[in-house]
Nanobody, 117 residues
Framework: QLQASGGGLVQAGGSLRLSCAAS????????MGWFRQAPGKEREFVGS????????VYTDSVKGRFIIFRDNAKNTVYLQMNNLKPEDTAVYYC????????????WGQGTQVTVSS
């Protein structure tokens, strides 16, 4: 199971940190990803990190502002969001990929992030 938390309301320019705790995860899982879905829009990929080597990938719109890091001992991945913009407003989801990031196998419930201008 995946449990995302940390969403809330923040002013533009502010920061939030989301957490995603993975219970029952095994060392065979490959990566954890973050996605978001704004009202009226399709879900989009935000970024991901591999469990083993901590390799990260980000979508262009968040590069330099968002950081993904993990705590393997806690089976938890974090999304540190800095310099937030109103266009970052969305429901954020975490997901885990067992084999590769071409397929996201398990999803957590979303957490709302609202950025006011």
């Amino acid at each position: 199971q995946l449990q995302a938390s940390g969403g809330g309301l923040v002013q533009a320019g502010g920061s939030l940190r989301l957490s995603c705790a993975a219970s029952g995860r095994t060392v065979r899982d490959y990566a954890m990803g973050w996605f978001r879905q704004a009202p009226g829009k399709e879900r989009e990929f935000v970024g991901s990190i591999t469990w083993s080597f901590g390799r990260t990938v980000y979508t262009d719109s968040v590069k330099g502002r968002f950081i993904i890091f993990r705590d393997n001992a806690k089976n938890t991945v974090y999304l540190q969001m800095n310099n937030l913009k109103p266009e970052d407003t969305a429901v954020y989801y975490c997901a885990t990929a067992v084999v590769s990031t071409t397929m996201w196998d398990y999803w957590g419930q979303g957490t709302q992030v609202t950025v006011s201008s």
